[in-house]
């Protein structure tokens, strides 16, 4: 079973540049995250879609992330403008369902961010 | 608050035994994961345990939770040098989706 794809796996920008990443998650799984891991802590979720829909995003700086899973599959995270502080991994991780036992997150290899 | 303890560093011998530590924060929690990060990887499942379990067991893995002290271990038997990596554990609060990560522990097993 191939596993959460993510591209690019890293990304060079200017501050004030735009950047986008994508994400291909699981065959079957309707609920996708997108996390935000800085240097030395541990993942932080930025937000959840169940199918295509948004269920949590509490914690995205909505001034300038934004993200999107228009047919229930692939998503994008768009930073723009990016900060120096958006350095860092995000993570894209994917589960059969959103709680219990197949809420179990399966994650991707993460495309590394740095902002110069 | 919603803060996962886990200790930054730990080194072991290889062959010995590895105990990794950490101390969550709801009691209500269901489930509590391990998770494995290799350099310039992402997050590779190891193991979970369901809350009203004491103990699990998987090949080289065992998993003690002792949910009075809301503390929670991972032992790795037999540490290889393939076992260096930063160990995550993660809670998963009753009837929600949110995983809460620990800072994750950075294990060096020296040959």
């Known amino acids: 079973e191939a596993g959460v794809a993510q591209s690019p796996r890293y990304k060079i920008i200017e501050k004030r540049q735009s950047v986008a990443f994508w994400c291909n998650p699981i065959?079957?799984?309707?609920?996708l995250y997108w996390y935000q891991q800085i240097l030395g802590q541990g993942p932080k979720l930025l937000i959840q879609?169940?199918?295509?829909?948004?269920?949590?995003d509490s914690q995205l700086p909505k001034d300038r992330f934004s993200a999107e899973r228009l047919k229930g599959v692939d998503s994008t995270l768009k930073i723009q403008p990016a900060k120096l502080e958006d350095s860092a991994v995000y993570l894209c991780?994917?589960?059969?369902?959103?709680?219990?036992?197949?809420?179990?997150?399966?994650f991707g290899p993460g495309t590394r961010l740095l902002v110069l | 608050g919603e803060d996962v303890e886990q200790s930054l560093f730990l080194s072991v011998r290889e062959g010995d035994s590895s105990v990794i530590n950490c101390t969550y924060t709801?009691?209500?929690?269901?489930?509590l994961y391990w998770y494995k990060q290799e350099p310039g990887a992402g997050l590779q499942l190891l193991t979970y345990?369901?809350?009203?379990?004491d103990m699990k067991q998987d090949q080289r893995l065992t998993v003690l939770l002792n949910k009075k002290d809301k503390h929670l271990s991972l032992r790795i038997a037999d540490t290889q040098t393939g076992d260096s990596a930063i160990y995550f554990c993660?809670?998963?609060?009753?009837?929600?989706?949110?995983?809460?990560f620990g800072t994750g522990t950075r294990l060096k097993v020296l040959a």
């Open positions: 991780a994917s589960s059969l369902e959103a709680t219990g036992g197949r809420g179990t997150q399966y």
């Open positions: 065959s079957g799984h309707a609920t």
């Open positions: 879609f169940q199918n295509n829909g948004v269920v949590d």
């Open positions: 709801d009691s209500s929690s269901t489930y």
């Open positions: 345990i369901f809350s009203n379990m």
């Open positions: 993660a809670e998963s609060r009753q009837g929600t989706y949110k995983y809460i």
